[in-house]
């Protein structure tokens, strides 16, 4: 009975307006009511979108550190920076030095080639002035210094080069001027000797040997194409041709006096490159450059005279001033000029004879006439060398034998082979 009484008080009790409830039941209250609060702003988005921006905030403000701290590593990796960070543009420049056969020719021989100036004295004035003479530099060319002899230096040149001067001025490489003086020179070889003083010479040329060079064979041009404006003008070709003529008009009246002996070379050779060098890919020199046929038309055809025919010029020239050319006494061609009917029917030369040279014309009382030389005779052998072309005869003739020397030579007369033997004498006693 007890127990249902209990429970009536305590029904009277819940149903009271007025509970008294504890501090902490208050505080559980109050925190219920603050979180519905929160899931019900939650709901109505207000507190939503402000997170989201909040968020994104710190976001970017970390994003900036990061990069902030990472950009002075990659600043210098960035096209168009150096080291220290600036905006450059560099241009990557490669120094190749290149040395081939030809640029150790050229090093070794350039600074022996030099520039020649012609001077000559010009008159001038008119019927109301009276004539006044001025020198005046009247063309120019190369040559080679090749020598020297106690204080003074050799230089190999072209007689063109060097004819009817008054003056001879010289261009070292160094751009210094020297005065020449003319030692000798030779009309027919077109070669001529002068010299200057040596104190300023640093290089010699060295002589190589022409007879050796194979067509086809690397050769180079050093010298001053159309004067000292182009000094020390390099070419390069080969060697065309060995054993070439040429026909000289030595006095200028139009008729050919001389078959000049030279190389042809497709290596450009120019006016005022006459006198320069020749040289080979050991830097020897092989020839003296001489001239160039100028026709529009024509391109690659230079000539160089070669430097073993050159050579006892030289010493003559050096040593007499002029040269004292051994001679015969007579006049020829080569036997393959002549028509195959003459050679049978004037001639009348064994089929089996097809080179020599063909003497037309024998001086009276010369060496050839002496020794009972005629017209029409063949020469095919001198001193037990055979004779084929006028080039071979001059060069035995001018390069192994001298004035007062003996010479047998085999010529054919009308079909038989006959011996003459003879003293040379000095081509100016003729």
Not at 30 to 52: A, D, F, I, L, V
Not at 225 to 241: H, I
Not at 350 to 368: H, L, R, Y
Request: aromatic letters at 6%; hydrophobic letters at 35%.
């Amino acid at each position: 009975m007890s127990n249902f009484q209990d429970d009536d008080k305590n029904s009277d009790f819940l149903k009271d307006d007025k509970i008294e409830k504890s501090p902490l039941q208050e505080r559980l209250e109050r925190e219920e009511r603050e979180m519905q609060e929160k899931r019900h702003k939650k709901k109505s988005g207000g507190g939503g979108k402000g997170g989201y921006l909040f968020t994104g905030f710190i976001g970017v403000i970390i994003g900036a550190l990061l990069v902030w701290l990472m950009l002075p590593g990659l600043v210098n990796q960035m096209p168009g920076t150096n080291s220290t960070g600036k905006n450059e543009t560099n241009i990557n420049q490669v120094a190749t030095e290149v040395t081939t056969d030809v640029t150790k020719a050229v090093d070794k021989t350039s600074a022996a080639v030099v520039g020649i100036t012609n001077i000559q004295e010009v008159t001038s004035g008119g019927f109301w002035n009276p004539p006044t003479t001025t020198s005046q530099p009247a063309g120019s060319g190369s040559g080679v210094i090749y020598k020297i002899q106690g204080n003074t230096a050799f230089i190999v040149t072209n007689n063109h080069v060097i004819e009817g001067a008054k003056q001879l001025e010289v261009t070292m490489p160094d751009g210094s001027k020297e005065e020449a003086q003319l030692v000798g020179r030779d009309p027919w070889t077109d070669l001529a000797v002068i010299s200057i003083s040596s104190k300023d010479v640093k290089t010699v040329a060295k002589f190589g040997n022409s007879d050796v060079l194979k067509q086809g064979e690397t050769v180079i041009a050093i010298g001053n194409p159309l004067g000292l404006e182009f000094y020390g003008s390099v070419t390069t070709g080969v060697v065309s041709g060995k054993d070439r003529s040429v026909p000289v008009d030595i006095n200028g009246d139009g008729t050919v006096d001389w078959q000049q002996e030279v190389l042809q070379t497709d290596a450009a050779i120019n006016p005022g490159n006459s006198g320069g060098a020749l040289v080979n890919l050991a830097g020897d020199l092989v020839g003296i450059n001489s001239m160039k046929i100028a026709e529009s038309s024509v391109e690659g055809l230079g000539f160089s005279i070669p430097i073993n025919s050159a050579i006892p010029i030289i010493e003559e020239l050096e040593k007499n001033g002029e040269m004292n050319r051994p001679t015969m006494g007579i006049s020829f061609v080569d036997l393959t000029d002549v028509p195959s009917f003459y050679q049978q029917e004037t001639l009348k030369l064994p089929k089996d004879i097809t080179t020599g040279v063909v003497i037309t014309d024998v001086v009276n009382d010369s060496p050839a006439s002496k020794a009972g030389a005629q017209q029409y005779d063949v020469i095919v052998e001198m001193d037990g060398k055979k004779i084929e072309t006028a080039i071979d005869l001059r060069k035995h003739l001018y390069n192994n034998k001298k004035v007062g020397d003996k010479l047998t030579m085999k010529v054919y007369r009308q079909g038989k082979l006959v011996e003459l033997s003879l003293t040379l004498t000095n081509s100016n006693t003729l």
